[in-house]
């Protein structure tokens, strides 16, 4: 406050100004007393110091048309003086506007998405629990909220999950389906492309089942236009008619491929394969959420009227659009990592410009001792920054759009409402934010300089030295992070297993009633004998993972000693699927009854030699559960070669396979084919809903693609931190450059003396480079323990289980790090040795 | 030199007749303040009469100078102020085209003094 008054107070008129504020301060404390006064006196200076800013400014913007071209050009040759510095800065500033555009989209996105409907923003979830947490909405709470509530204009349900269609021509697929009650419909305000949508008659008790489809699936399914004589499908094994046909954009309520009706009074008619009907609402206009959630609070204990007997409840409401529980530590973590760069990228972006003006710090005295106004020299610098904040924001703006174009027709899987287009909101304050920055950080050296006053070096300094080396800490785990799955990749895509190619069908089952599949193993079997029974299969099998799919880890105590091991139970005819031999010993077979299986393993080519060398059949291991409790010796029958059981690093493959007997929810399909697999993937799916039509086949693919996604997530995930890590390294390299040329900038004239009196260039280079040196050298050192706790934090929230056991990444990004600072200080380093003491001298 | 405008605003009128009333030896920035508010029933802003004075004083018509220090004022001096012939004769020129475009509208201006 007292700083802006000097800055805006001319220096001739302070005196008096301060006099007559005195007087009205004596004033008022007669007058009001003291506390009174000390408000009054604030308002006081406040008004003064803005009138005479405001003169001043108006007084200099009078006389700009004047100097501003003559700054302008001043600016250009100052530019192409110093190209390095200012290429850097631009480059910096760049992507500080495009990070922070691209992370605030996603983050907002994410956080705040609104649905693509009329009135998406008052879209709601209600819950309604038990004291226990328990899960009690109802067709009766629907029916009293829609009834008594005065802040919720409509109260529906809507119940998503995946089902089979099957076509009475055998076509089968597993699709994404919603149930809604009929009277929703109107608010999806979809327009059909063929016949209706649901109608509220769909949803009374006892109306013949019907379906609306999306408009890719009904082309998928019926070359004939509509109208189709025969439009009859069944969905979860029920019969459904077709009735209409909704444009693909129509997602409400997680994206889907068709939609069938709800009971509106009981809520039923969700299907098997569907989770329970979820409560949703529309507020009305005038009322908020937090009127809804108040109403809600004081509605809840009236239910036990609508409902006598059943427990208290907890009613609660969020926005459609917001995920369950808030933003979860995950997306905590993310906004954190988002905060966390930007500060970095901030922080440098402010440190390269300051270097800039700070170099200019000699000539901005001069031309203060000349006669030039400090205001006049704030508002040079502010010019030329403004300039450089307008190229880069131009820059950085375009390429943050471009790089959310590019991510919006990537992440296809996600929430229908998720707007990852750039918004000229999001860019435009992001711009706004770092030109205030780069203004500030551009004219503070220019208030130094033309100050008078001594400027305190040394808590910048230190405050550049954190900076300097947490940046290059930061840059190195991530560049660890993203060279560990960089590795991870190329083992995942050049993996030398034996496994079959283009011979062997997979596919992902699953069962309305998961339990179906955990049984006794008779119905896989049936599913297996069911499957060899079409024609042209060889072998059909089941197991928990496929190969190149990470099996969980299993820990077991082999010869006294414990280890965590890929475990998968298999199915009869998994190894005769993959087309392998055993090493030694022999498979699983039919004779292998439940109370054998439980007693047996087969371990692969890896865990024998590492465990028993090599000679593995008739030997034991045992499984520890997770009490610590260790279990029957499991006879070792067979041994296999390495097929797969860590998805990207061989190191990790070493691990056994059990019978497979009613232990997972979930498991995959193999089937062996005579001719070409796909061929059968239709047959497949008809003969397993002919089974059971509660079973679902899903991801049908080439064996050989099962890790095409983890490839795809992996290869993603390693150019992002590639990229976030190279960013870091590169501004982190324009602190080193930036410190460097400060030092040598401000120190030419010590140099020249140490020159004169006979220092090499030994001495010299430690003169201007110790620091950044020792910064290099700090960061990293911290980069090393940061990066290590980086890979373990990775390992753990990945799937695949990374190469982290290799020992060279961290010193060779250490290396990579050491070499781009030397690289990064070379040219001020050669600035300083170039320098020759006279000119140094008679320079200062 | 900026060139000198033949008209004055009307606040630098008010402050100027202000100024005249107090006297070379009373009229500074918290006085003339005063003198407005009783004179003229009128509140202006204290940081405005800054303004005011600096134009003023940039087009010749008042001068100002330091007066001697005040304990009330913790030490500090008050800035006075003295109109002087061009910002008088600039004063007359507005009083009197003012005066000239009232001329016949007494009745209707109601012009008490």
Known sequence: ?844 | MQQQRKHLGEFEIVVLLAALRLGESEAYAVSIVDEIHDTASRVVQRAAVYVALRRLEDKGMVTTRLGDPAPERGGKARRLVKVEPAGLKALRSSYGSMRRMAAGLETLLEVEV
Not at chain 1, 73 to 83: D, F, K, M, N, S
Not at chain 1, 116 to 121: K, V
Not at chain 1, 209 to 215: I, Y
């Open chain 1, 1 to 844: 406050m007292r700083r802006l008054f000097l800055l805006a107070v001319p220096r001739d008129r302070r005196e008096d100004v301060e006099g007559d504020l005195e007087e009205l301060h004596g004033r008022d404390r007669e007058r009001h007393g003291r506390s009174v006064a000390a408000v009054l006196m604030v308002g006081h200076l406040l008004a003064t110091t803005f009138a005479f800013l405001w003169t001043r400014l108006l007084d200099a913007f009078g006389g700009m048309s004047r100097w501003s071209l003559v700054d302008l050009r001043l600016a250009g040759r100052l530019a192409v003086r110093e190209p390095l510095l200012h290429a850097t800065s631009l480059f910096a500033l760049a992507s500080a506007i495009a990070l922070a555009t691209v992370g605030y989209t996603m983050v907002d996105a994410a956080t705040r998405g609104r649905l693509p409907l009329e009135g998406g923003e008052r879209f709601l979830v209600v819950e309604a629990t038990d004291r226990e947490g328990a899960e009690r909405q109802s067709a009766e709470l629907r029916a009293a909220l829609a009834r008594d509530s005065s802040t919720l204009e409509y109260v529906g349900a809507v119940a998503g999950g995946a089902s089979n269609l099957a076509l009475p021509q055998g076509v089968v697929r597993s699709v994404r389906h919603a149930a809604i009650t009929p009277t929703s419909w109107r608010l999806l305000g979809a327009t059909n492309v063929y016949g209706r949508g649901l109608q509220p008659a769909d949803g009374v008790g006892g109306a013949a089942p019907v379906a609306v489809l999306r408009e890719n699936l009904w082309k998928s399914l019926f070359d004939e236009p509509w109208p189709r004589a025969d439009r009859q499908v069944q969905i979860a094994g029920v019969a459904h008619e077709i009735v209409g046909v909704v444009p693909d954009e129509v997602g409400f309520p997680l994206g889907g491929d068709l939609w069938t009706a709800l009971d509106e009074t009981s809520l039923r008619g969700a299907g098997p394969g569907l989770a329970r009907p979820t409560l949703f609402a529309v507020r009305r206009e005038e009322s908020s959420l937090s009127e809804v959630l108040t109403e809600l609070d004081v509605f809840a204990p009236s239910l036990s009227e609508v409902a006598p007997g059943e427990p208290a409840l907890i009613l609660t409401a969020r926005r459609f659009t917001e995920p369950p529980g808030g933003v979860g530590p995950l997306g905590t973590v993310m906004i954190g990592c988002l905060v966390l760069l930007l500060l970095v990228v901030s922080a440098n972006v402010a440190q390269l410009i300051l270097a800039r003006s700070a170099a200019r710090a000699e000539e901005l005295r001069m031309r203060h001792v000349l006669g030039a106004s400090r205001l006049r020299l704030v508002l040079q610098l502010s010019l030329e920054v403004a300039l450089l904040g307008a190229c880069a924001a131009s820059l950085g703006t375009a390429a943050a759009f471009a790089l959310l174009r590019q991510l919006d027709a990537v992440l296809t899987e996600r929430p229908f409402w998720l707007d990852l287009s750039g918004r000229p909101a999001t860019a435009l304050f992001a711009v706004a934010l770092f030109l205030v920055s780069t203004i500030v950080c551009g004219v503070l050296p220019a208030l130094r300089a033309t100050s008078g006053a001594r400027v305190r070096k040394r808590s910048s300094e230190r405050w550049h030295a954190f900076l300097s080396v947490g940046q290059m800490a930061v840059s190195m785990a991530l560049l660890s992070g993203a060279l560990v799955l960089a590795r991870s990749y190329t083992g995942l895509i050049g993996g030398n297993l034996d496994l079959p190619r283009d011979r062997v069908l997979t596919a992902q089952l699953y069962h309305s009633a998961p339990e179906t599949l955990a049984g006794d193993g008779e119905f896989l079997l049936s599913v297996k004998r069911a499957l060899e029974e079409i024609p042209g299969v060889e072998v059909a099998t089941v197991a928990s993972h496929l190969p190149r799919v990470d099996a969980p880890l299993a820990r077991v105590e082999v010869d006294g000693a414990s280890a965590s091991v890929p475990r998968a139970a298999v199915g009869p005819g998994f190894f005769e699927a993959l087309g392998t031999r055993p090493l030694s010993g022999r498979f699983f077979d039919r004779r292998d009854g439940s109370d054998e299986a439980a007693r047996i393993a087969i371990v692969n080519e890896p865990f024998a030699r590492r465990y028993f060398g090599g000679q593995a059949v008739g030997r034991t291991l045992r499984e520890v559960d997770g009490e610590g409790e260790v279990g029957a010796p499991l006879e070792i029958v067979g041994v296999v070669p390495d097929l797969g059981l860590s998805a990207a690093s061989s190191e990790k493959a070493a691990g056994y396979y059990v019978p497979l007997v009613g232990e997972p929810r979930f498991v995959s399909l193999a089937v062996r084919a005579a001719g070409t697999p796909l061929a059968l993937e239709e047959p497949v799916r008809r003969r397993l809903v002919e089974l059971d039509p509660l079973l679902q086949v899903r991801r049908v693919q080439l064996l050989e693609r099962v890790a095409d996604e983890e490839i795809a997530f992996q290869a993603g995930f390693a150019a992002t931190l590639t990229l976030l890590g190279l960013s870091v390294l590169v501004l982190s390299l324009c602190g080193v450059y930036s410190v460097m040329s400060m030092a040598v900038s401000r120190r030419r004239r010590e140099i020249g003396v140490r020159r004169a009196l006979g220092a090499g260039p030994w001495r010299v280079l430690r003169t201007v480079g110790a620091r950044s040196a020792w910064h290099v050298l700090l960061g990293g050192l911290g980069g090393l323990a940061l990066g290590s706790a980086l890979l373990q934090v990775q390992d753990r929230l990945l799937v695949t289980r990374l190469p982290v056991g290799e020992s060279w990444i961290l010193p060779a990004v250490l290396c990579l790090f050491v070499g781009s600072g030397v690289l990064a200080g070379l040219g001020p380093a050669l600035a300083a040795l170039r320098l020759r003491p006279t000119e140094a001298l008679r320079d200062s």
